[in-house]
């Protein structure tokens, strides 16, 4: 799993405003994934996608936008949108598409202004 | 969707003792269970998994059962360490929906010295 890195490990935002976290990994994995993780809950699935330009949305993409232009890496937005973005997000990514283990990036802390 | 639902929440063990955290699913075309571990400010890591074709797999001391009847599934630990301390999270995935996981909300396993 050391080969999934995010940045930056803690990223404040201030109201109205966008902001991009990092996943970048050099796994060569088709898949990737964005997670929500909050305090004492199980990890939601955002967005991920199967493979370079294409991508689906999760349970809870509302307020979110993802990018995949290059198999290595899978940038979030978090928009204005989002109302309460304050979370620990995962980045994951996996071989492929079936079935397969996830490994997980160190995860970016976010909080509001 | 899917629906996984966990428990305990928490748990608290005397080194040594066993420990036993149960989850169940809602849907019957489910196939895949993994299990992740994710100790304190770090990335979950999978610690093991198991396919509806067989009903039991078993790592050293760590072992999952699984139910299809019931729609259920468990992770048991034997011989508890302090080192086992973390949180363990249970996932549910079927082979038409990708590698998309539906986790539980995680279970707080304490293991006392």
């Known amino acids: 799993d050391g080969g999934i890195t995010q940045s930056p490990k803690y990223l404040f935002r201030k109201e109205g405003q966008n902001v991009t976290l990092s996943c970048e990994q050099n796994l060569n994995h088709d898949a990737m994934y964005w997670y929500r993780q909050d305090p004492g809950q199980g990890l939601r699935l955002i967005y991920y996608?199967?493979?370079?330009?294409?991508?689906q949305k999760g349970d809870i993409a509302e307020g979110y936008s993802v990018s995949r232009e290059k198999k290595e890496s899978f940038p979030l937005t978090v928009t204005s949108a989002q109302k309460n973005p304050t979370a620990f997000y995962l980045c994951a990514s996996s071989i492929g598409q079936i079935q397969e283990t996830q490994y997980f990036g160190p995860g970016t802390r976010l909080l509001v202004l | 969707g899917e629906n996984v639902e966990q428990h305990p929440s928490t748990l608290s063990v005397q080194e040594g003792d066993s420990a036993v955290i149960k989850c169940t699913y809602s849907d019957s075309a489910s196939n895949y269970f993994p299990w992740y571990k994710q100790e304190l400010g770090k990335r979950p890591q999978l610690i093991i998994d198991i396919r509806s074709n067989v009903g039991e797999k078993k790592d050293q001391r760590i072992a999952v059962t699984l139910n299809k009847t019931a729609k259920h599934f468990s992770l048991h630990i034997t011989e508890t360490q302090p080192e086992d301390s973390a949180v363990y999270f249970c996932a549910a995935s079927k082979n038409n929906a990708g590698n998309m996981l539906t986790f539980g909300g995680g279970t707080r396993l304490m293991v006392k010295p």
């Open positions: 996608s199967q493979i370079v330009n294409d991508f």
